[in-house]
């Protein structure tokens, strides 16, 4: 069973990040800039420790670096993502952007370069808190129901099944499941997209957009040469169909 990140509307306790990082001065800092914000933060420095305690505990969000020593951050997000739906942010020491395509792709929600200023990584830490409380929120009398097909997405209570079968997906992965689908027949750029589960700016070239799409079409066994339900769009963007509208 998949333990779910802490609630960051509630009121008993502050909002607690478990920062993973080797880097013990850059742990303190984080922790000494976050504190004053109401924010609870705490250490560790190695794989191993950062798995247990990231899966033992509940979270707000967690800081993940790549270079760790006993296992690597590739291996600790792996193993968190089997086990924990926290939102992730990686922390790149040089923002490789093969190292965030690899992150994202095993389901990081976002990541974050080491030259971070410090509002930067409040902003990002507020974004992917408030998409915790959207994914965790109680379900409504009344659920929504988007239907593609054999797909039916329910956004109230962050629900996706194709045919029978639930969608085990991200927070980032289920919000463009729905900007999609209530979009369906029109287009959504990368730039809307980005608008929506970013919430903050970006680079004009920031690819990550693609990744994520990548990911929720393997979830939906949906081919990119044949696509069933995502076509891309060169140059334009993305759009979600009805594999069984006729062409």
Known sequence: MKTHAADPTSHDAQPRILVIDDDRKLCRLIRDYLAPMAYTVEAVHTGPEGVERAVGE????VLLDLMLPGLDGFEVLKRIRAKSDVPVLMLTARGD????IVGLEMGADDYLPKTFSTRELLARLRAVTRRSVRSQ???????EEWVVGPLRVRPASRSAVLGDAPLVLTPVEFDLLVSLAKARGRVKTREALLDEIR???YDVFDRSIDVHISALRRKLNDDPKHPRFIR?????GYMMVDPEDPE
Do not use: C, F, K
Request: aromatic share 4%; no cysteine; hydrophobic share 30%.
């Open 199 to 201: 919430e903050r700016d």
């Open 97 to 100: 952007e093969a190292d965030r």
């Open 137 to 143: 929120g109680p379900e409504s009398a009344v659920d």
């Open 58 to 61: 509940s979270w707000h969000a």
């Open 232 to 236: 891309t769009l060169r140059s334009a």
